[in-house]
């Protein structure tokens, strides 16, 4: 294993958070504005316009679907490797999209991101609650932020707070107290933040008159259901050509323990026939 990525491991499990400094080349990063920009002129439709994601943030959603830029991004060889290392081989992409913070938007409450996956688990043991209570959670999610400009506390770097990955449920109650305990994870342009899906963060507010441009990867363990069905919204002949790890990380693949199998083979079989 490489020195930076036993140090990321490192960090994130002691800390629950990581910057990776010049992770990802200055041409990738600008092929991706480029593509954010081909979005913009498309006019797209926003999505997650509301009081926690932003009125003046935009987040472009199922960017696989659009240029091929996206598929250089989340099996990119700076993350992938430590992502998995973290959440384990068959982990699976989460929710990916951009993060495109405006000149003027407020700060996020304090947040913790695996919290649809706790709100699913503790809802089907409703009936037995001394089996979720208390106690740190272990890491099934693992977000990426990766800076498209250079993120200062001025134009909204996401705020973490170190250590609270260690936090028991429940999630953050207290968003200010939180806040004010909270750093600013300051990157230049290809530096790659992560952290920890019950790491205590939040979006910071933009008080310059430019964009933060960021896209989030977030990644979860593989027996989880996802956040967003890529399964359904990339048709099987787009996702025929991608190459095996994003395949895989959309859920072409069976997971330790044998989820997600097709008439109990790998999918990867069925995408064979596809791409034909
Ligand atoms: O864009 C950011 O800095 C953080 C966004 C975030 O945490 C979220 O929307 O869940
Ligand atoms: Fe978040």
Redesign the pocket.
Known sequence: MNKVRAQAVDHIKEHGYFIMRKALDEALCDDILAEIRRLDDLKIPRSLDNNF?GHL?TRYYDVLNYGDVWQRVATHKSILPIVRDILGEDCLLNTFGT?I?GPGETA?SI?V?DGPFIAARNSSLRHRPHLYEGGPRQSIVLNT?IALCDFTEEI???RLVPDSNKMPYPRPQDSDAWMAKSIPALMNKGDVLFFEGQCY????ANRTTQKRF?V?VDYCAGYLRTQENFMLSIGQNKAAHFDDDLKQLIGYRISKGGLGHVYNHEPQGLMKLVAI
């Open positions: 994601h943030t993060s913070i996020q947040h991101d932020m909204g770097a996401t963060h939040a979006g910071g960021a989030t």
